[in-house]
């Protein structure tokens, strides 16, 4: 009975699949076919599975990239309310099962845009990254399949140029605060960001192949040339500014923002391709001059325009180096004799003259104008407020007490009389100030670590080790000189001894603050390239020193092991007295001790040597120069072996790395110079640096007065100006992808056209 009633089951479920099968196989046909009538007539001629048929026949033409059938399907969904647009609870397919049903997930995937347009027009959404990532799915493969999806850059500019903040055409429109909130959600460049840094994050965390990691560096690629596709349709500086200096956190008008302004955003995440772009170098510049405050008339230039046989270049060069002449001993007295005293002066004021720009200033003011407020004008403070805003002008103080600290350590250090001695120790004003400049910059290293808008340099740290070394080597050296004898003398104590121990600590670390000094070749075009490539090559040496400390233990232990028989024993007195049969030879006594052969072994490394280094005589045949017996002939063999592995073959290795970092370096010279000299000049572009170390603790004198006298209703920026510019640019910008695109398919057939009247006009 049960048998039966199983086949007839079977039997009505075969019947029913049948029908089906037919049902996909003529919906299939016509698709194939392109046949839109055709679709929409069968879509209504099976009401009874009308809305799976729908979906399917949307998700087919999708995958096959059938734009113009699929917008005929959705126009008639739209009609029959079956769209995600006109559900009742706009709910996209995605939602309702697995993702893979999505149609425009596909279209993403894939970048099909002229569908990604139809189906976004008619509801169609992709679910957040985040949200669909299971933390029990570790399948790396799918996670960046779901990445890729999300990262399409045409997506990301449908979302926000068809907000529907964006259907009043006006521009003038003034955006609500709900407004800004829901498009600062969607802002493609700050989403760009974001995405740009989960792939850092994936490509880290994940154990997958490196053919993962070139994926996600390849999107990256795509997601700057993006922001920089947008840099490229600003139609002036004015432009460039409103979107680089956006802030989505900014609620005031002064320059202690904690948040990321875009192109603070960019430069310090480390995106080379962006910050290397012209209209962002020229900002970059711009805001050094203070926006163009800079006062750049030249004194005595017709001394150069009168000079003939000159060319060009040389006659600027001679200008700037006026220029320069002019504005250098000014800016250092104003700096010393007038900076101090106007700060502490404005305290009695407000107390922002360090922090409200004079552009901000004059923003108040015109605020203030249209309130009916009347403000006092103050031209000194102006004055002031001016000079000290400008970035350029930041860098005079700061070079100037770098300097001057570098000569106070090249002095302290170059004395010639021993530091121990007691008089010249306790009245040595020069150790003093040296001293007190360290722990300066000691401080202020150990601050930085803690602020956000600081570029993760490999100079930050190294300043910090070399602070770390100076202080603390000084330190312990003065501590141990207070507690030892008098009349000491540093060369008559242990080498191990605190003092000296000290004093190797701060040998180190001045000479590595001398080496700082790199840092500012790379502003110069003509040096900055090759102190990168330098940079390079030492980092690449620190990653092959790991290989030469395996090599260097192996073949250490082996020798140790080897010559044991050679060393003398202290509780062997025959050994003692050289009686054994077989001797080292000359050449080879430093193989008698363990520290000898650890020391020989090691400067093999840099310099090759003969095998008179491990030779072993016979003391029975004065004739035989060494030894070939089997145990004395593998101490040949493997000092031979050696020296091939370390000396031939782990050098030309290195040569060969660092000479495949030069020719990668050198290819995106421009980019690199660029980008790191834009990170060492970003930091003057905060206010910290009107005072440099060691006159900053000015500088937090006046910030802890600005917060507690702080304006509480500052002018702020003006965001619904970016968003509309950014949706103009975004416009701009696929308007000239489509018409290159169109060119490139003109191109393409007018190529194929001339290749088939060839092929006609020559048959074979």
């Known amino acids: 009975m049960e048998l039966k009633v199983m086949r007839d089951a079977r039997t009505l479920t075969m019947s029913m699949r049948q029908p089906a099968e037919k049902m996909e196989q003529t919906l299939k046909k016509l698709i194939e076919a392109r046949d839109n009538d055709g679709i929409i007539r069968f879509l209504e001629s099976h009401s009874s599975n009308?809305?799976?048929?729908?979906?399917?026949?949307?998700?087919?033409?999708?995958?096959?990239?059938?734009?113009?059938?699929?917008?005929?399907?959705?126009?008639?969904?739209?009609?029959?309310?079956?769209?995600?647009?006109?559900?009742?609870?706009?709910?996209?397919?995605?939602?309702?099962?697995?993702?893979?049903?999505n149609p425009i997930l596909v279209a993403c995937h894939q970048d099909f845009r002229r569908c990604m347009e139809y189906l976004y027009q008619h509801g169609y959404r992709?679910?957040?990254?985040?949200?669909?990532?299971?933390?029990?799915?570790?399948?790396?493969?799918?996670?960046?399949?779901?990445?890729?999806?999300?990262?399409?850059?045409?997506?990301?500019?449908?979302?926000?140029?068809?907000?529907?903040?964006?259907?009043?055409?006006?521009?003038?429109?003034?955006?609500?605060?709900?407004?800004?909130?829901?498009?600062?959600?969607?802002?493609?460049?700050?989403?760009?960001?974001?995405?740009?840094?989960?792939?850092?994050?994936?490509?880290?965390?994940?154990?997958?192949?490196?053919?993962?990691?070139?994926?996600?560096?390849?999107?990256?690629?795509?997601?700057?040339?993006?922001?920089?596709?947008?840099?490229?349709?600003?139609?002036?500086?004015?432009?460039?500014?409103?979107?680089?200096?956006?802030?989505?956190?900014?609620?005031?008008?002064?320059?202690?923002?904690?948040?990321?302004?875009?192109?603070?955003?960019?430069?310090?995440?480390?995106?080379?391709?962006?910050?290397?772009?012209?209209?962002?170098?020229?900002?970059?510049?711009?805001?050094?001059?203070?926006?163009?405050?800079?006062?750049?008339?030249?004194?005595?230039?017709?001394?150069?325009?009168?000079?003939?046989?000159?060319?060009?270049?040389?006659?600027?060069?001679?200008?700037?180096?006026?220029?320069?002449?002019?504005?250098?001993?000014?800016?250092?007295?104003?700096?010393?004799?007038?900076?101090?005293?106007?700060?502490?002066?404005d305290f009695l004021r407000k107390g922002d003259i360090l922090f409200v720009s004079p552009k901000a200033l004059e923003a108040r003011r015109l605020k203030d104008i249209e309130n009916n407020v009347e403000k006092q004008q103050t031209g000194c403070f102006d004055y002031f407020r001016k000079r000290m805003h400008i970035p350029l002008f930041r860098m005079i103080p700061y070079f100037s007490t770098k300097v001057t600290y570098l000569i106070l350590l090249f002095v302290s250090i170059w004395h010639p009389v021993d530091p121990m001695v007691e008089a010249i120790f306790q009245k040595n004003i020069v150790l003093w100030i040296t001293f007190?400049?360290?722990?300066?910059?000691?401080?202020?290293?150990?601050?930085?670590?803690?602020?956000?808008?600081?570029?993760?340099?490999?100079?930050?740290?190294?300043s910090l080790l070399t602070h770390l070394l100076l202080v603390g080597g000084a330190v312990l050296l003065c501590v141990s000189y207070h507690f030892s004898p008098s009349g000491t003398i540093l060369a008559d104590l242990s080498g191990n001894s605190a003092e000296n121990v000290g004093l190797a600590l701060f040998s180190f670390g001045a000479g590595m603050e001398f080496f700082c000094v790199m840092q500012w070749l790379i502003l110069l075009e003509t040096t900055g390239p090759m102190v990168l490539c330098v940079l390079h090559a030492i980092k690449d040496a620190l990653r092959m020193v790991s290989i030469y400390i395996v090599l260097f233990v192996a073949h250490s232990i082996a020798f140790i092991s080897l010559y044991k028989p050679f060393h003398p024993d202290p509780s062997n007195t025959t050994q003692q007295l050289n009686t054994t049969k077989y001797v080292l030879a000359n050449g080879a006594s430093a193989l008698k001790s363990q520290r000898g052969l650890i020391s020989t072994l090691f400067w093999r490394i840099i310099a090759s040597?003969?095998?008179?280094?491990?030779?072993?005589?016979?003391?029975?045949?004065?004739?035989?120069?060494?030894?070939?017996?089997?145990?004395?002939?593998?101490?040949?063999?493997?000092?031979?072996?050696?020296?091939?592995?370390?000396?031939?073959?782990m050098l030309n290795l290195l040569i060969a790395v660092m000479n495949t970092s030069y020719s990668e370096l050198w290819q995106n010279a421009q980019r690199e110079c660029k980008y790191h000299k834009s990170c060492f000049l970003a930091k003057f572009m905060e206010p910290l640096e009107i005072f440099p170390v060691p006159f900053r603790w000015i500088y937090y004198l006046a910030r802890a007065?600005?917060?507690?006298?702080?304006?509480?209703?500052?002018?702020?920026?003006?965001?619904?100006?970016?968003?509309?510019?950014?949706?103009?640019?975004?416009?701009?910008?696929?308007?000239?992808?489509?018409?290159?695109?169109?060119?490139?398919?003109?191109?393409?057939?007018?190529?194929?056209?001339?290749?088939?009247?060839?092929?006609?006009?020559?048959?074979?």
């Open 705 to 764: 007065v600005y917060f507690c006298k702080k304006e509480k209703n500052p002018v702020k920026q003006d965001k619904s100006k970016y968003f509309w510019l950014l949706r103009e640019l975004i416009l701009n910008k696929q308007e000239a992808e489509y018409e290159k695109s169109d060119d490139d398919k003109m191109n393409d057939l007018r190529m194929d056209i001339f290749n088939e009247l060839r092929k006609f006009n020559n048959p074979k």
């Open 50 to 101: 009308r809305t799976e048929e729908y979906k399917s026949s949307v998700l087919q033409l999708t995958v096959r990239n059938d734009p113009e059938t699929l917008h005929s399907v959705l126009t008639w969904g739209e009609k029959m309310s079956m769209t995600p647009a006109t559900e009742e609870k706009s709910m996209t397919p995605a939602t309702e099962g697995d993702d893979k049903y």
């Open 436 to 462: 007190i400049f360290s722990i300066s910059y000691l401080v202020d290293d150990i601050v930085q670590l803690f602020r956000t808008k600081v570029s993760n340099s490999f100079w930050n740290y190294f």
């Open 609 to 649: 040597a003969g095998p008179e280094m491990v030779n072993i005589k016979s003391t029975m045949d004065p004739t035989e120069d060494f030894s070939l017996e089997f145990s004395h002939l593998m101490g040949l063999v493997l000092w031979g072996v050696y020296q091939i592995i370390v000396y031939v073959l």
């Open 126 to 345: 992709m679910k957040e990254v985040k949200d669909e990532v299971d933390d029990e799915d570790d399948d790396q493969v799918k996670q960046f399949l779901r990445f890729q999806a999300a990262s399409n850059i045409h997506y990301l500019s449908l979302e926000f140029t068809e907000h529907q903040v964006f259907q009043n055409e006006d521009k003038a429109t003034e955006l609500g605060p709900d407004e800004i909130n829901s498009l600062e959600e969607i802002d493609p460049i700050l989403k760009v960001f974001e995405i740009m840094k989960d792939a850092d994050h994936n490509m880290e965390d994940f154990q997958g192949s490196s053919e993962l990691k070139d994926s996600y560096n390849f999107i990256k690629k795509k997601l700057e040339a993006f922001t920089g596709g947008i840099l490229t349709q600003c139609r002036g500086m004015h432009e460039v500014k409103t979107i680089l200096d956006h802030n989505k956190d900014d609620d005031d008008d002064d320059e202690l923002d904690d948040a990321y302004t875009n192109w603070q955003e960019a430069l310090f995440t480390g995106h080379k391709d962006i910050v290397s772009h012209p209209n962002f170098q020229q900002y970059l510049w711009r805001k050094m001059t203070g926006d163009g405050c800079i006062n750049t008339e030249i004194p005595f230039k017709f001394i150069a325009d009168k000079i003939p046989n000159l060319s060009s270049t040389t006659k600027f060069r001679m200008k700037r180096v006026l220029w320069n002449i002019k504005n250098f001993p000014l800016t250092i007295l104003t700096f010393l004799f007038c900076y101090p005293f106007v700060v502490v002066a």
